[in-house]
């Protein structure tokens, strides 16, 4: 969406809203955002009994989200509203991080372990070696 807002503003909704484009480019990281808050708040925190953690994360953020959001919409109109969006949403994700991090899960070294040492994913050492891939 980031390199796409200009000529789809254009098409679909016409000259009159071609300063929409620069909001939608600034919304563009969400859906990434959303894919991380997804994959450490609901497949990780709470399938880790970290429920707590996620509630009081998720709580703050809202609370901190009204006034920043209204600071910056105030300053910058519809862009200061986007703007605050993506931001927030990537502080909850770094707080989700540190949470994690603090109770000794670190999610993607974890995983990297796991897909190694299970039978259908991890790289058997002979086709390693006679491929190069892979120095043990």
């Given at each position: 969406?980031?390199?796409l807002?200009?000529?789809?503003?254009?098409?679909?909704l016409?000259?009159?809203?071609k300063?929409?484009?620069?909001?939608?480019?600034?919304l563009?990281?969400l859906p990434?955002l959303?894919?991380?808050?997804n994959v450490?708040g609901?497949?990780?925190?709470?399938v880790?009994?970290l429920?707590a953690?996620?509630t009081?994360?998720?709580?703050?953020t809202?609370?901190?989200?009204i006034?920043v959001?209204?600071?910056?919409?105030k300053l910058?109109?519809?862009?200061?509203?986007?703007?605050a969006?993506?931001?927030?949403t990537a502080?909850?994700?770094?707080?989700?991080i540190?949470?994690?991090?603090r109770?000794?899960?670190?999610?993607?070294?974890?995983l990297?372990?796991?897909?190694r040492?299970?039978?259908y994913t991890s790289?058997?050492?002979e086709?390693?070696s006679?491929t190069?891939?892979?120095?043990?």
């Amino acid at each position: 969406t980031f390199f796409l807002a200009h000529p789809l503003c254009d098409v679909l909704l016409g000259p009159s809203f071609k300063h929409s484009a620069v909001v939608l480019q600034i919304l563009s990281p969400l859906p990434l955002l959303f894919g991380l808050m997804n994959v450490f708040g609901t497949q990780t925190m709470l399938v880790f009994g970290l429920d707590a953690y996620l509630t009081r994360i998720m709580a703050y953020t809202a609370a901190l989200s009204i006034p920043v959001t209204f600071f910056f919409s105030k300053l910058f109109g519809a862009t200061g509203a986007a703007a605050a969006s993506v931001v927030l949403t990537a502080f909850t994700v770094g707080t989700m991080i540190v949470a994690l991090r603090r109770q000794g899960l670190r999610v993607w070294r974890d995983l990297h372990l796991c897909l190694r040492s299970h039978p259908y994913t991890s790289i058997s050492s002979e086709s390693t070696s006679r491929t190069g891939l892979m120095e043990t």
